[in-house]
């Protein structure tokens, strides 16, 4: 495997630490974000920047002339509410946008492709807890319908493009540079909230659980990606990894480790469950770690300085 690499969403909050990543192990390292979400001080020192929207035929050409190895795909519509209320939009950007690219990758002779897809939405409510790669798919929002459409697209052309593609299934991801507005961001809302002295909002009884991955573990499984051997098969899970740390913990858990961890009390605020929320989510791990050689390293309440700390060096 070569050394350079295009990381699309690099302004956002997974994809800058992915490029950092490679940067530190030495990679020519290239960032492919529109902004719209990411911010140029989040792409690390030592990449180059290409401002460009995955729908384009610019980025589709960056992509085809760049002479790339790696192909990272972290840029996307990334909020469940939106794609609910505006699905072509979501749609637009998660399977054109990355169709786009996937055509610029078969042209410009790129050797793998790694999507950023979620093993929180693809399996819908699973029957089995730690949910295990091979689980029946079943999303139940659109974005859950343009991730898995992604990972199709992902399989059959990297099968017509001649390269290899690698689908990372991530559980719920947590650390620096986690946009406490986005609704994912539940850990950042906590600590954010906290620090303004503001009540946490918890939706239902807050038993319902979610496996939590800190970021940097993240970018680790994506260099192992980059540089481990990936048997590619004929279905989409052959060449699929779940990410995540295969522990389930409550809101109310949550709450409680993020009020420890910042030494303060948490007032709780319950409101109505959400519709449409999973219970509980959690994934099994053991194929990352046998074929990756991958497995989380971080303890949670780590991860949770590291943001916390994060949080008031940009608060000053
Ligand atoms: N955060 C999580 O817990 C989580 C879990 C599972 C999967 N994912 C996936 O990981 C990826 C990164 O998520 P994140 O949490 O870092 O989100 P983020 O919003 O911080 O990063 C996404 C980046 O993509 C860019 N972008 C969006 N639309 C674009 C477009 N049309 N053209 C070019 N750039 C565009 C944004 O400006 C942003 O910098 C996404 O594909 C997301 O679906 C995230």
């Known amino acids: 495997m070569g050394r350079r690499v295009l990381v699309t969403g690099g302004a956002g909050f997974i994809g800058s630490h992915v490029a950092e990543a490679y940067l530190a192990d030495g990679w020519e ?12 001080q989040n792409i690390p020192a030592g990449a180059s920047f290409v401002r460009a929207d995955i729908r384009s035929p610019e980025a589709r050409e960056a992509v085809a002339t760049g002479k790339y190895d790696v ?3 972290h840029a996307a519509q990334i909020d469940v509410r939106v794609s609910v209320t505006n699905p072509a939009l979501d749609c637009a950007t998660n399977v054109l946008g ?30 089995v807890i730690p949910t295990a790669e091979t689980a029946p798919k079943g999303p139940i929002s659109p974005y859950g319908v343009s991730k898995l459409s992604g990972e199709y697209y992902l399989k059959t052309l ?17 650390g620096p540079r986690q946009d406490p ?15 303004e002295g503001q009540p946490l909002t918890v939706f239902g009884d807050g038993t319902q659980t979610r496996d939590y991955v800190y970021v940097k573990d993240v970018a680790r499984a994506n260099m192992a990606a980059s540089a481990m051997d990936v048997p590619q098969g004929d279905d989409i899970d052959a060449s699929a990894f779940n990410i995540a740390t295969a ?15 910042m030494e303060t009390r948490a007032d709780v605020e319950h409101a109505a469950a959400r519709p449409g929320e999973l219970f509980r989510s959690s994934l099994n791990i053991d194929k990352a770690k046998s074929v990756l050689q991958w497995e989380p390293q971080a303890q949670f309440g780590d991860g949770l300085k590291d943001l916390i700390t994060w949080f008031q060096q940009e608060a000053q």
């Open 158 to 174: 990297s099968i017509l493009g001649g390269f290899q593609g690698v689908a990372m299934r991530y559980s719920n991801v947590f």
């Open 181 to 195: 507005k986005s609704e994912a961001g539940v850990v950042s809302i906590f600590v954010s909230r906290l620090l």
């Open 71 to 73: 192909l990272n795909l």
């Open 98 to 127: 990355l169709v786009n690219l996937l055509e610029g990758a078969g042209a410009g002779n790129v050797k793998r492709v790694i999507f950023a897809s979620s093993g929180g939405v693809v399996y819908g409510d699973p029957e």
């Open 29 to 40: 390292v290239t960032v492919l974000d529109d902004l719209s979400r990411g911010k140029e």
């Open 247 to 261: 522990r389930e913990t409550s809101v109310l858990e949550l709450v409680d480790a993020v009020a420890a961890a």
